[in-house]
């Protein structure tokens, strides 16, 4: 297994964002948004050293270096609490508490939280548009979204905790990420009790050995049948109805998540963020309506 050194969490920062767009409303297709706004700054509360927050999570897993890479369900067993509970962490489509119930049904304590450490990247092929008809191969528009850590960076995320017996179920559907035990903080800069699951980056290389058994098999019936052969690059673009769903879901959160998400989300370049994609080639994408069929789960 690849070692990774541990990631220290930086002090949360002020963040430069711009001001929201504004909806425009059209009876023939959904809000529009617009991009020349000033920009607004946030600037989130130092961390306190509130014993019910910070020192309860430290004493639990003071043995343990955050992130914590997870290889396999009995990992997961580590950070289990004490009634029977694990946090997920969600930054794309989980930002929706609808799309988060429709994958878990019997979630509890869905709420906003603050991730140090960590950027958006939109630098992986998921599978999952291909099989619903949303992919376009032909411009590459065929990426989800990943975290990567990244000193300095901050994300506005969502947590909430599911049973420990819904994890085979979650490790299946999540197959191409590396999962990561993270420590996320209130928007006041507590951090939680309990340490959340977030899926990170992986690479082709890590995941024929270590999901795929080095069974070549077992990735073409993921991929391989989508005529992909390689899942992390650099060199792909947004699903386009993934995209605006997670915009819609980021808004939906309000201000500092809609912000954070437009800034705070790039292309695989780490250079374009979402606000200035969404306003250069990737104009137009919060206008199309989804798929009939797919109008509730890509809602927003």
């Known amino acids: 297994m690849t070692t990774h050194s541990p990631l220290l969490l930086p002090h949360a920062r002020s963040i430069s964002t711009r001001l929201r767009p504004t909806y425009v409303p059209s009876s023939a297709t959904p809000p529009s948004l617009r991009f020349n706004f000033p920009r607004r700054n946030y600037s989130f509360p130092p961390?306190?050293?509130?014993?019910?927050?910070?020192?309860?999570?430290?004493?639990?897993?003071?043995?343990?270096?955050?992130?914590?890479?997870?290889?396999?369900?009995?990992?997961?067993?580590?950070?289990?609490?004490?009634?029977?509970?694990?946090?997920?962490?969600?930054?794309?489509?989980?930002?929706?508490?609808?799309?988060?119930?429709?994958?878990?049904?019997?979630?509890?304590?869905?709420?906003?939280?603050?991730?140090?450490?960590?950027?958006?990247?939109?630098?992986?092929?998921?599978?999952?548009?291909?099989?619903?008809?949303?992919?376009?191969?032909?411009?590459?528009?065929?990426?989800s979204l990943?975290?990567?850590?990244?000193?300095?960076?901050?994300?506005?995320?969502?947590?909430?905790?599911?049973?420990?017996?819904?994890?085979?179920a979650f490790i299946e559907r999540e197959h191409e990420f590396r999962f990561l035990a993270v420590i996320p903080e209130t928007l006041n800069g507590l951090f939680y009790t309990n340490p959340a699951i977030i899926c990170a980056r992986y690479s082709d290389e890590e995941y024929l050995k270590n999901r795929c058994k080095g069974d070549k098999d077992i990735f073409f019936q993921r991929y391989g049948r989508y005529s992909i052969d390689k899942i992390w690059r650099d060199d792909i673009f947004p699903c386009r109805v993934y995209l605006r769903h997670c915009v819609l879901a980021a808004q939906n959160?309000?201000?500092?998540?809609?912000?954070?998400?437009?800034?705070?989300?790039?292309?695989?370049?780490?250079?374009?963020?979402?606000?200035?994609?969404?306003?250069?080639?990737?104009?137009?994408?919060?206008?199309?309506?989804?798929?009939?069929?797919?109008?509730?789960?890509?809602?927003?």
């Open 146 to 168: 990943s975290v990567e850590p990244c000193e300095g960076e901050t994300l506005i995320v969502t947590i909430f905790e599911i049973q420990r017996s819904e994890i085979p």
């Open 47 to 143: 961390k306190f050293t509130m014993p019910s927050a910070i020192s309860v999570a430290f004493n639990a897993f003071d043995e343990l270096n955050f992130p914590l890479e997870l290889d396999d369900e009995f990992d997961f067993d580590r950070i289990v609490s004490s009634d029977g509970l694990i946090t997920i962490c969600g930054f794309g489509s989980l930002l929706s508490e609808r799309s988060a119930r429709s994958t878990f049904p019997d979630l509890i304590n869905f709420r906003v939280a603050k991730l140090s450490g960590f950027r958006r990247v939109f630098a992986h092929v998921a599978p999952i548009f291909f099989e619903r008809g949303i992919a376009k191969p032909e411009t590459k528009e065929i990426s």
């Open 253 to 300: 959160l309000g201000d500092i998540a809609y912000d954070n998400f437009l800034d705070h989300t790039f292309l695989g370049n780490r250079r374009t963020t979402i606000r200035e994609y969404l306003s250069t080639t990737g104009s137009g994408i919060t206008e199309e309506e989804p798929p009939e069929l797919l109008k509730e789960r890509y809602g927003g």
